[in-house]
């Protein structure tokens, strides 16, 4: 049975996100859904259940929840944020108006999203998106197919490095 999707957290989450990016110009709609993504699925997999359970779909830049469009909609019509467009076609970047009340996500969530901001901030759109198709997730549907929290549970693919170690281990014994 999939998790059921608390609205409420994912618009938090998505203030969240975008007040703790709110100076970065390059910390768009690419990584804000990575964030998320990250962000759901890790709490999946530590505690058994996702932070706000949004659904999630394979997409051609890596994993993607549908419904951000309408919440960023939401939220620059509420007033609570303004939308600014970048030169990089659908890159868009939201702006939020105030520090956001988050009381529906826990200190730790926050912790982990602050930690993840500062995984993807030095990367580009480009590279936030190649890095997400590594995950089993993305890997293991196709486009437009929701990715399966259950994926969380996989683990992710070794590194090069790490298979080029494997191969070496194996050769010699």
């Given at each position: 049975?999939?998790?059921?999707f608390?609205?409420d ?17 390059h ?10 993504f ?7 997999a ?17 994993p993607?929840?549908p ?59 480009v ?19 929701e ?5 969380a ?18 050769q010699?014994?």
């Open positions: 049975m999939a998790p059921e608390d609205a957290r994912f618009r938090e989450l998505v203030l969240y996100v975008a007040w703790r990016t709110r100076d970065d110009p910390f768009g709609r690419v990584k804000m859904a990575k964030t998320l990250y962000t759901d699925f890790h709490a999946y530590a505690e058994g259940q996702a932070v706000t359970a949004a659904k999630y779909e394979h997409w051609q830049y890596g993607f929840p419904v951000l469009y309408e919440v960023e909609k939401e939220l620059v019509k509420s007033g609570l944020a303004n939308e600014l467009r970048s030169g990089d076609g659908d890159e868009a970047k939201l702006i939020v108006t105030r520090e956001p009340a988050t009381p529906h996500i826990e200190a730790w969530h926050r912790e982990f999203v602050d930690i993840k901001i500062k995984e993807l901030a030095p990367l580009t759109a590279q936030v998106s190649a890095d997400s198709h590594d995950h089993p997730g993305w890997d293991l549907t196709a486009d437009r197919e990715i399966p929290y259950a994926a549970l996989i683990p992710t693919k070794p590194s090069a490095q790490v298979m080029a170690i494997a191969r070496r281990v194996e010699a014994s």
